[in-house]
């Protein structure tokens, strides 16, 4: 597994040269940032020599003509590559910026491009760790889903004895390695899951992101499962290790999806597939005149309803976008599409849902709870999805 390695500025920074060796040692391949405090304190060639790898300490560095591109965007491609940022020491400055963020260096831009998960080993002062600001920025990164391995109490590099030394190298790599135990908990599954939009032509000529879907994906491959993602058009990148199937109308996306299903334990409808459709286009273009037009639209095939028929002892996960009565919608369409959890959203709310990176669901369960998930990226989202998942099917075993 892929690891990339963050290093803020300050005296622990050394220790994360023996993080990089702990990890390597649990079978990780690592990849180290520097922020441009940390080199002051340890030089990018310690790094370098440890992992075999390219340091990275700036996020414009030095490039012939035919690399600049590649340069320009590599903290995108870091976060594509690695499954887990682990940032040891992480100062009080980066807490206030991924809090926040702010982005003006190669780690805190490439922590805004990245969707896995996030460990953070803080090192400061011990007036720091007990600021209210800090406490609010940890706050706030914990609810994102963040592992914070707590610092340790001692005599700090100022004189001050408490809290706030930088955990052993040893006590990160293993939480790091707990974090991906614990996560594989989808081996063995397969798992079907249908995300963007569909799109029903009216000729031969002629708003779902997808972003939930392909998170929900991205996760379950991280926890171990073998994902089929089965997509309308987007425009997202591919993920890598995942078998990925693009359609575009809602005929096609029914027809791979009951082609997979045999093979699926798991099921999870994220897509908003159209409603309706011209069931039988011209094949020629329609010419625009002055005179009004009227088509006549057939209701698209119900999906989630058709694989509620069939699920036998699957788990089907379907979603529900509403305006209204929020939760009593998802409650029924629970009930009648034979789903065993409904991800029920408010696509009136501005800023979450639909194209947005971020969301705020509430997950109705086959077991008659509700489970709010406050507003998230939608990697968090997934994740909670798949925990409360994991639950729900332990509970309907144990009471079979």
């Known amino acids: 597994m892929n690891v990339a390695l963050g290093v803020g500025g300050g005296i622990a920074a050394y220790k994360s040269a023996e993080l990089a060796r702990a990890l390597m040692e649990r079978g990780f391949a690592v990849e180290v940032m520097l922020t441009r405090a940390a080199e002051e304190f340890i030089r990018p060639l310690t790094f370098a020599a440890l992992t075999g790898r390219k340091v990275l300490t700036n996020l414009f560095s030095a490039a012939s003509a035919e690399d600049t591109l590649s340069s320009a965007i590599e903290h995108i491609r870091v976060a ?170 809602a005929n096609e996306m029914r027809k791979v999806v009951m082609d997979h299903l045999d093979k699926a334990t798991v099921i999870i409808k994220a897509a908003a597939v159209a409603d309706y459709h011209r069931s039988n286009p011209p094949k020629q273009k329609v010419k625009k005149t002055a005179a009004r037009m009227s088509i006549e639209l057939d209701p698209t095939p119900d999906i989630l309803a058709e694989v509620g028929k069939k699920k036998g002892d699957r788990m089907l996960i379907g979603f529900a976008a509403e305006t209204e009565n929020l939760i009593e919608e998802a409650r029924r369409k629970l009930e009648s599409k034979n789903c065993d959890m409904v991800v029920a959203n408010l696509v009136s709310q501005e800023g979450i849902g639909f194209e947005s990176d971020e969301n705020e669901v509430v997950l109705v369960l086959r077991a008659g709870q509700t489970v709010p998930v406050r507003r998230a990226a939608k990697r968090v989202i997934a994740q909670r999805i798949f925990d409360e998942m994991i639950k729900l099917r332990l509970a309907l075993h144990a009471s079979q």
């Not at 190669?106 to 953070?120: K, R, W």
């Not at 997808?210 to 929900?216: E, I, P, S, V």
């Open 80 to 249: 594509q590559e690695n499954e887990i940022l682990v940032v040891a020491q992480a100062t009080a400055d980066l807490f206030a910026k991924f809090a926040h963020g702010l982005a003006d260096d190669i780690l805190t831009t490439m922590y805004l491009a990245f969707t896995g998960h996030v460990v953070l080993a803080p090192a400061m002062n011990t007036n720091m760790w007990n600021h209210a600001a800090t406490r609010e920025n940890l706050r706030v990164l914990r609810e994102r889903g963040h592992l914070i391995v707590e610092p340790g109490d001692g005599e700090l590099a100022c004189g001050m004895i408490g809290p706030g030394r930088l955990a052993e190298p040893a006590v990160i790599a293993a939480a790091v390695a707990d974090l991906v135990a614990s996560r594989r908990d989808l081996e063995g599954e397969t798992i079907l899951v249908t995300a963007g939009p569909t799109q029903e032509p009216l000729d031969p000529v002629r708003r779902s992101s997808g972003k939930m879907g392909f998170a929900l994906a991205e996760e379950a491959a991280a926890r171990g499962a073998r994902v089929v993602l089965i997509s309308g058009p987007v425009n997202l990148p591919q993920p890598r290790g995942i078998e990925v199937i693009y359609v575009q109308t």
